[in-house]
C-alpha cells in the first residue's frame, strides 16, 4: 500500500467509527481520541457493497483491456512504419543510382548525336556484317536505356507512393499513442475508484467483505459443479501441458496493470504469455481471445483452455483441471489458483484445438499458498494493493 493511501485508509478508519469520542481528561492534558469499534454491516448492505467494488473493478479492467489492445496496435503500427521507411531509403537509393545511370545515358546520347544513322551506316560500309553486328549492339543498347528510363519512372513512382504511406503510418501511430495516453488516464480514473471505495472501510469492514465474498464465490462453485456443466477429467495437448506449467510457476506474482511477465501480469498478459511460451502465440487481450480463438463447450475443458468472464469478456483465466483455473485476478491480488465460478463465466476457448491429448499427464505440483488470497483483488490484512509505480510510465 503506498503511503498516501496508508493515510487515506488510517483517517476512514477514524472516519468510520462510529461515535468517536474523547476520554475525560484533566484540564491540562492533550487530548486523546478513543476510537470505536466500527459499524456491523447487514447482508443487504454489504451485498451493495461487493456489488459496487465488483462494478469498479470491471470498470477497471474494461479499461486495462482496451489499454493493452490499443498498446498492441501501437506496437504493430510502429513496425509497419519502421519497415515502410526501411523500404523508402532503399527505393531512394535506387532512385539515385537509376538517375545517375539516365545521366550518363544522356551523356552518350549527345557524344554519339552526330553519328550517321545505323541504316546508312549499313549502306556505306565495305563490311555489310560488321555494320549487321554493330546494329545488333546499338538495338542492345536502345534496350537497355529503355529499361533504365522504366526503372527511373518505376522507383520515382514508388518511392512517391512510399513517402505517402510513411507518412500516415507516422500519423496513425501518432494518433495511437494520444489514444493510449488516453486509455492509460482512464485505468488510472477507474482504480482510484476503488482505492476510495477501500480507504472508506477499516479492517474489520473490509475483512466481512472478503468473507462476504468467498461465500459467494464457494456457492457458486459449488452450483456449477453440481450442475454437471464440467464432465470428466481431459488430458490437455503438449502445449496445453507447457501452457499450465507456464502459468503455475508465475503464482505468487504480483497483478499489474498492463503487464506481460516476466515480474508481473494482468489477466490477459499471463494467458498471452503461458502460451506464447508454449510454441502457440495468441493475440494479447481478452476480448481477442474470445472473439480469435476456437470456442469449446464447458463440457470439453482440458487443461491449458482459456475461461472467458463477463458480458464483453474483460476477464480470462487458463484451466488447470478439476474445476480450477490459473488467474491474474485484479489489482492488488496476485497470480493464484480460483474456483471456475469465481466469476461470472462467458465461455471457453481453445488456442490449440488440433492439438492431440496426451497419452498421459501428471498435472503440476502446487506450492503451498496457491489458492490463498482474495479473487477479487482486495486484501482484508493489508486493503488496497496500489499498482506498482512504474505501470504509470507504461
Not at 197 to 207: E, G, M, P, V, W
Not at 354 to 379: F, I, M, N, Q
Amino acid at each position: 500500500m503506498s503511503g498516501r493511501l496508508a493515510r487515506l485508509v488510517l483517517v476512514c478508519i477514524a472516519a468510520t467509527a462510529t461515535g468517536a469520542a474523547l476520554a475525560p481528561v484533566p484540564a491540562t492534558a492533550v487530548p486523546v481520541p478513543v476510537p470505536r469499534p466500527g459499524p456491523v454491516r447487514d447482508t443487504a448492505s454489504m451485498a451493495a457493497l461487493l456489488t459496487d467494488l465488483q462494478r469498479f473493478y470491471r470498470d477497471a479492467e474494461k479499461a486495462t483491456e482496451a489499454y493493452n489492445a490499443t498498446e498492441e496496435a501501437l506496437r504493430r503500427q510502429r513496425a509497419e512504419t519502421d519497415r515502410l521507411n526501411r523500404d523508402l531509403a532503399r527505393t531512394r537509393l535506387s532512385l539515385h543510382d537509376s538517375r545517375g545511370a539516365a545521366g550518363r545515358l544522356a551523356r552518350q546520347q549527345y557524344q554519339s548525336s552526330t553519328d550517321l544513322s545505323p541504316y546508312l551506316r549499313l549502306l556505306l560500309a565495305r563490311d555489310p556484317q560488321h555494320a549487321v553486328d554493330q546494329g545488333h549492339v546499338i538495338g542492345r543498347l536502345a534496350r537497355e536505356r529503355a529499361a533504365i528510363i522504366g526503372r527511373l519512372t518505376g522507383s520515382e513512382r514508388k518511392a512517391h507512393d512510399l513517402a505517402r504511406k510513411a507518412r500516415e503510418a507516422l500519423d496513425e501511430q501518432l494518433a495511437l499513442a494520444e489514444r493510449r495516453k488516453k486509455e492509460r488516464d482512464e485505468v488510472r480514473e477507474r482504480l482510484r475508484e476503488v482505492e476510495e471505495l477501500l480507504a472508506s472501510l477499516n479492517r474489520d469492514q473490509l475483512a466481512a467483505l472478503a468473507e462476504f465474498e468467498r461465500m459467494g464465490a464457494q456457492r457458486a462453485q459449488e452450483r456449477f459443479m453440481a450442475s454437471g456443466a464440467l464432465s470428466g477429467a481431459r488430458r490437455p495437448s503438449a502445449e496445453g501441458e507447457r501452457a499450465v506449467r507456464y502459468a503455475v510457476r508465475q503464482l505468487g506474482k504480483p497483478y499489474e496493470w498492463g503487464a506481460e511477465g516476466p515480474k508481473s501480469y494482468d489477466c490477459s498478459g499471463l494467458t498471452s504469455q503461458a502460451w506464447a511460451e508454449a510454441g502457440t502465440p495468441i493475440p494479447r487481450t481478452s476480448q481477442e481471445q474470445w472473439k480469435r480463438l476456437r470456442p469449446v463447450p464447458l463440457s470439453e475443458l482440458r487443461p491449458g483452455d482459456l475461461v472467458v468472464y463477463f458480458p464483453q469478456a474483460t476477464h480470462v483465466a487458463l484451466y488447470l483441471g478439476d474445476g480450477m483455473v490459473v488467474q491474474a485476478p485484479r489489482p492488488g491480488a496476485q497470480v493464484k489458483v480460483s474456483p471456475i465460478a469465481a466469476n461470472p463465466l462467458l465461455g471457453a476457448v481453445r488456442p490449440d484445438p488440433d492439438g492431440k491429448p496426451l497419452r498421459r499427464y501428471v498435472p503440476p505440483e502446487l506450492p503451498e499458498g496457491a489458492t490463498d488470497g482474495s479473487d477479487e483483488g482486495y486484501d482484508p490484512e493489508g486493503g488496497y494493493a496500489a499498482p506498482a509505480p512504474d505501470a504509470s510510465t507504461r
